[in-house]
């Protein structure tokens, strides 16, 4: 967290500490203004965050010049203390569950694990509070890849809570971006009628790294959380490649698309609510919300039933991947079909059994785009007969989800009605042309 | 086929067969002019192939004149038979295994089914014949969905057949599209220094529909065939929704991503290999082919491990389903991890066991974009201790694909290796950032 202790040594002989405006002079004449930002064990550079957002670091040994520009706000405060409250800011509450965004480089291993607290992660960005006053609480520290459906019922139990407080404006939830699109559907579900902001944020480069998404993707999101009006479960992230935008998307329209890369986040047949300027504080309407905020009081629902199989079809799909559902004793399967949700005809015998057992059989497209349909063709209408239930153009990812939450909250007779019935967006009548875009250009 | 007696009777007395040029007025005084083409049993339409290539229908009951502009030319001949070589035309040959490309709607189930042969589709678009003398052969017929591992050995064993034929200058294979990406992906695997364009070709709407693309797709994949330079498996497909262009894609990066779309195909992190004007018979290069056409002799390895499962990783995923590869004795599994190729900790355990007794666990990203990476977070490290293999930029499809024809092809010491060494541009070092595009525009 600290700066090496030579390097310690001289920042505090000019009274200089994390989060003071410094001005920094390297040996080649280049010259940095921003604030001084903590560092993990290791490095060999101090990374001063520039006005525009970006974090930039500096080899210790090239710095020619330091000096004190300004001292910090003062709104450092010791761990668990509650800030004081600023007439005319709206509150955000953000609630940590781990992930890169609040991840650092382990330099002893190499690798990224997640090491700070969402208390420190909002100190760090002090742009935050241009916004909002701003109260962080850690709820877990999870990487993303680890959540579990147990999880998600934590995560929606302590959302709904921000939400009942008549003071909070909205909730930011930081959260690994590996399975984001699963939590924040989660909580769209688990969630009856949210009523204000919730906006899942995350970051594909870990916040100590000067090439960090965090921080944009933070205040986009609280300023989300702060200002829109569209009471969902949102997912904030990077609207392109450098820190211009933050787009908003609806959880359950949402798919991370790419391993890598800033901007990987994608609405999916469907086009964003927004976009926030996060150096301007503008939200910029896109596409109608399912709703806007209201007072009246959400409910919570945060069951899942995790005994659910997702299977995606392939030539050569054995059926023992569907017998398996019924020897373990798993209550539902989503099948993430081929083309028009289509699998192999030699499957349709093994569907039958299971729907004839009582397990639900959902299928949707690996098509990504698009929705199902099992009346073309042969093999989809024999899908039928043996009892599948086609779920449109509702990703898989968040049939999945809606599937556990379903088979918890509701008796198994009205599952399927419920897996058909659009509750959140995630199941669309009509989709428009503009939502499905080439990877190419004519 | 044919039509209805009482209009066939009108049409006979005037003389005009299929495949006339025929002038038609509406009672409303529409004026359309083209080929006359065959109807399904039960229509009330004639269909009228216009001269930009798409199908009209009119309703017969309103048919106020229909005259003959001029009798069809005369290609037409008998089924089997070798059709006369014209000097300075290209030799194709059009191999049909069936799927949307060669069906039409029985009227009687409304669904679609495979019906039409390829000789009687060749004949539907006499347009071929301005390109190339077309040879056309039914291999199978069936639905894609419905194609086996055990099929990709046999399309794969015709088409090198007539690769080996010094007449020929391209292949044709028309396929379903659900699984289109896995067959074109086997023959790239399947034959070894493939010498000339193979080129399958789809249809997402059937052929004896007005909105048909299988006319638009079925001609630039014959002109591909006959004037292209690549010598590779290369998909086929609508370039956009109107009837422009057709985009050839490497198979090898090729998905299918919308479910009914007619530009439902795109290339996956990567840039089509070329377009194809089919109004013009240009082919516009837009990357560089792997292989260009050369004298050299393929190689057939056309064998084809089935028992792979191909898994999708979730949050709540149970350890079930890789135990079941080693209970039911499969002999690799194909993991599509989430972000990077992470699964849920958990499930590190599992791998470990998998690979301990020799059966091969390669991971993919669901991102669908970018690359795999287990050094960056400490799940994925565990996952590398355990022995699974990171297949890069592979899409999960084509891993599935290479996993089977690695496993049957060399022996199991070799296959990890063979699973990491690009052999048909499946696997990349670099990406552009090119191949990546938003679904939105800023």
Known sequence: MSYPSDLAASLLQ??????????????????????????????????????????????????KELELVAKRKPQRREKGEKPPRRPGYP?????????????????????????????????????????????????????????????WSRVAEAVHAELLREEVAGVVVAHGTDTMVYTASAVAFAIREINKPVVFVGAQRSSDRPSSDATLNLIGATIAAARSDIAESIIAMHGESSDTFVVLHRATRTKKFHSTRRDAFQSICAQPLAYVWPWTGDVEPKSRPLRTRGDWTPKLMNSFEPRVLQLRAYPGMPPDLLYLA?????????????????????????????????????????????????????????????????????????????????????????????????????????????????????
Chains 1, 2 share one sequence.
């Open 326 to 442: 019924k020897d373990k004793g798993f209550k539902g399967v989503i099948i993430e079909g081929t083309g028009m949700g289509h699998v192999p005809e030699y499957l349709v015998d093994a569907i039958k059994e299971l729907t004839e057992s009582g397990i639900f059989v959902g299928v949707t497209t690996q098509c990504v785009h698009g929705t199902t349909n099992l009346n073309v063709y042969a093999t989809g209408r024999k899908m039928l007969e043996a009892g599948a239930t086609p779920l449109g153009d509702m990703l898989t990812e968040v049939a999945t989800v809606k599937l556990m939450w379903a088979l918890a909250n509701y008796p198994p007779e009205e599952v399927p009605k419920v897996m058909v019935t659009p509750l959140e967006g995630e199941l669309r009548e009509r989709r428009l042309l503009r939502d499905y875009r080439l990877s190419y250009r004519r």
């Open 91 to 151: 509150l955000v509450k953000v609630l940590g569950t781990g992930g890169t965004i609040a991840s650092r480089i382990d330099y002893e291993t190499g690798a990224v694990k997640p090491a700070m607290s969402t208390e420190e992660l909002v100190e760090e960005v002090p742009e935050l509070l241009d916004y909002a006053d701003v109260e962080a609480e850690q709820i877990m520290d999870v990487l993303s890849e680890n959540m579990t459906p147990e999880m």
């Open 14 to 63: 000019k009274g200089i500490e994390v989060g003071d405006v410094i001005k920094v002079v390297r040996d080649d004449g280049l010259v940095v203004e921003g604030i001084l930002m903590p560092r993990p064990k290791g490095g060999r550079y101090i990374v001063v965050k520039l006005k525009n957002g970006y974090n930039v670091g500096i080899d210790v040994r090239r710095i």
